[in-house]
T-cell receptor
C-alpha cells in the first residue's frame, strides 16, 4: 500500500502560468513533508519543505500548502518557467526525520514557452 | 563546497555477484541515507546511518547491508545480486537524523545486473 501518492503522472502548463502539483498521504505519523525536483541523470534536488505545525511555506516562486485533515499537500509554482520542466517528487517523513522519507512516484512537469 | 558524491557512476554486474557502492556526505553532515530508485518510481528508503549507528532500515532483504565510517562516509553492500536489483542507488546526507533538516542527494550510482 503506497503511503504517499502523486496521482498525476504528468502536467503541462504554459510559461508564466501557475503550476500546481498535488500529493496525498495516508500515514498520520508523517510530520515533515518535502518537495524535490529531479532532472535526468541527476539526484533529486531539495526545493521546499513544510512541517505539520504549519499550513503554508513560501520560498520565492514556490509555495507549499498542507491540509492535514485531508492528508493532502500541494506545490504551487508561480510564474512557471521552462527551466522548471523536470520530475517533481513529494516526500513525507515521521519524527521530522527527512533521512527516512517515503516518496511518491513523481509528476513530470512540462512548461511550454 | 562539494555536494554529496557517489562512486562509481555506473556499474554492470552479473547475477550472484556482490557489489559495494560508496558515498561521501556534505562536509559537516553526520546522517547518511540510502535509497533505491527503480525506473518510473520514486526513491525507496533502504538504510539510514547517523554517527555510525543504523537509525532505520527499509523493507529490503538481508542481502542489503551498509555501514558508516568515522569520517561519516558510507558504503552500501548488496550480496547475491538479482536482476531486480538493477536500479539507481541514491545516497543522501543531512546534518542530523531528526529536527527539520533537509536531505541532499548525490547523483546516484546506476547498477545494471545481467
Amino acid at each position: 500500500d503506497q503511503q504517499v501518492k502523486q496521482n498525476s503522472p504528468s502536467l503541462s502548463v504554459q510559461e508564466g502560468r501557475i503550476s500546481i502539483l498535488n500529493c496525498d498521504y495516508t500515514n498520520s505519523m508523517f510530520d515533515y513533508f518535502l518537495w524535490y525536483k529531479k532532472y535526468p541523470a541527476e539526484g533529486p534536488t531539495f526545493l521546499i519543505s513544510i512541517s505539520s505545525i504549519k499550513d503554508k511555506n513560501e520560498d520565492g516562486r514556490f509555495t507549499v500548502f498542507l491540509n492535514k485533515s485531508a492528508k493532502h499537500l500541494s506545490l504551487h509554482i508561480v510564474p512557471s518557467q521552462p527551466g522548471d520542466s523536470a520530475v517533481y517528487f513529494c516526500a513525507a517523513s515521521a519524527n521530522t526525520n527527512a533521512g527516512k522519507s517515503t516518496f511518491g512516484d513523481g509528476t513530470t512537469l512540462t512548461v511550454k514557452p | 563546497d562539494a555536494g554529496v558524491t557517489q562512486s562509481p557512476t555506473h556499474l554492470i554486474k552479473t547475477r550472484g555477484q556482490h557489489v559495494t557502492l560508496r558515498c561521501s556526505p556534505i562536509s559537516g553532515h553526520k546522517s547518511v541515507s540510502w535509497y533505491q530508485q527503480v525506473l518510473g518510481q520514486g526513491p525507496q528508503f533502504i538504510f539510514q546511518y547517523y554517527e555510525k549507528e543504523e537509525r532505520g532500515r527499509g523493507n529490503f532483504p538481508d542481502r542489503f547491508s551498509a555501514r558508516q565510517f568515522p569520517n561519516y562516509s558510507s558504503e552500501l553492500n548488496v550480496n547475491a545480486l538479482l536482476l531486480g536489483d538493477s536500479a539507481l542507488y541514491l545516497c543522501a546526507s543531512s546534518l542530523a537524523w531528526t529536527g527539520l533538516y533537509e536531505q541532499y542527494f548525490g547523483p546516484g550510482t546506476r547498477l545494471t545486473v545481467t
